[in-house]
């Protein structure tokens, strides 16, 4: 006998919410949506559901319920205007991050009203999410990334194939010598977790995203100390760069960059809950 949504939805958000989950409301409804082939604003029409919908249904809200995160459950995953497909093995994009790709996109745009096609690099490229902002919304920009996990490269070839991004597979490190000095923007979401703070981290992360998108040495900062260095090479002189870093590295993660002496007009930025996100700088000339 069909069953009516809304006792569904009300249900599995309770249950989400005593498992922890941050969201349940909106887990629930998305789930929901996810198995009847709609979206949220969609689920109003919806009258019933079949007793085969409530089954899958409650195996999704199960697996939720467990940790596992939402994104692997759907298989998709929105930033800025794209979709991204994502799965085991490559880490998961928050809405964070679209602030330092917009931050990138606007960096583009202005080299772009320049008079020439601006060159961006996207550093640790994941499941392609930056690259492919950038690409979406700055047509006329030459964009490349790089991704050392084997999985998330995968992923990441799937996400961008038909963008026109130079993808490549390999450590961030030594990426791109054919690009020395040209760059206009580089961008980078790196890992930068202390390997201490294992067990504070949210189960979604901790125990689905790859380690290697998470943890970054004793203090977080060994890639951003990279980063740091690529950017450098990679830059032509007054080019920018952004790297989104922890809310508790808003000293830390800058000082990276003012301390080597290399870049003007570091600074860092905040997120929407008013949290140290991401910190950009300008190449000296």
């Given at each position: 006998?069909?069953?009516d949504?809304?006792?569904l939805?009300?249900?599995a958000?309770?249950?989400?919410a005593e498992?922890?989950?941050a969201?349940?409301?909106?887990d629930?409804?998305e789930l929901?949506?996810?198995?009847?082939?709609t979206t949220r604003?969609?689920l109003?029409l919806?009258?019933?559901?079949t007793a085969?919908?409530?089954?899958?249904?409650?195996g999704?809200?199960?697996?939720r319920?467990?940790?596992?995160p939402?994104?692997?459950?759907?298989g998709?995953?929105?930033?800025r205007?794209?979709?991204?497909a994502?799965?085991?093995?490559?880490?998961?994009?928050?809405p964070e991050?679209?602030l330092?790709a917009?931050?990138g996109?606007?960096?583009?745009?202005?080299?772009?009203?320049?008079?020439?096609?601006?060159?961006v690099?996207d550093?640790c490229?994941g499941?392609?999410?930056?690259?492919?902002?950038v690409?979406t919304?700055?047509?006329?920009?030459?964009?490349?990334?790089?991704?050392?996990?084997e999985?998330?490269?995968?992923?990441?070839?799937?996400?961008?194939s038909?963008?026109?991004v130079?993808?490549?597979?390999?450590?961030?490190?030594g990426a791109?010598?054919?690009?020395?000095?040209t760059?206009?923007?580089?961008l980078?979401?790196p890992?930068?977790?202390?390997l201490?703070?294992?067990?504070?981290?949210?189960?979604?992360?901790r125990?689905?995203?790859?380690?290697?998108?998470?943890f970054?040495?004793a203090?977080?900062?060994?890639?951003i100390?990279?980063?740091?260095?690529?950017?450098?090479r990679?830059?032509?002189p007054?080019g920018?760069v952004g790297?989104?870093?922890a809310?508790?590295?808003?000293?830390?993660?800058?000082?990276?960059?003012?301390g080597?002496?290399?870049?003007?007009?570091?600074r860092?930025?905040?997120d929407?809950?008013?949290?140290?996100r991401?910190?950009?700088?300008?190449?000296?000339?």
């Open positions: 006998m069909p069953t949504p809304v006792i939805r009300r249900a958000a309770r249950r989400l498992a922890g989950v969201s349940p409301d909106f629930a409804d929901l949506a996810h198995v009847l082939g604003p969609g109003l919806v009258d019933a559901v085969d919908q409530e089954r899958a249904y409650d999704l809200v199960g697996r319920a467990a940790r596992e939402l994104q692997h459950l759907t998709s995953a929105a930033f205007y794209v979709e991204l994502v799965g085991p093995g490559v880490f998961v994009p928050r991050t679209e330092l917009g931050w996109v606007d960096r583009a745009c202005e080299a772009a009203g320049a008079g020439r096609a601006p060159v690099v550093l490229t499941s392609g999410a930056i690259a492919l902002a690409a919304e700055v047509p006329s920009a030459e964009v490349h990334a790089v991704e050392l996990g999985a998330a490269h995968d992923w990441a070839t799937r996400n961008l038909g963008s026109g130079d993808l490549r597979h390999g450590d961030m490190a791109f010598p054919d690009l020395d000095g760059v206009d923007v580089v980078c979401n890992p930068y977790i202390p201490e703070a294992f067990e504070s981290v949210e189960p979604e992360a125990d689905h995203d790859p380690e290697l998108a998470l970054s040495g203090d977080g900062l060994d890639a100390r990279v980063v740091e260095a690529v950017a450098a990679l830059l032509r007054g920018v790297v989104e870093h809310d508790v590295q808003g000293g830390s993660a800058p000082a990276v960059f003012s080597s002496g290399r870049w003007s007009d570091v860092d930025h905040e929407l809950a008013g949290r140290s991401y910190l950009t700088a300008r190449l000296a000339r």
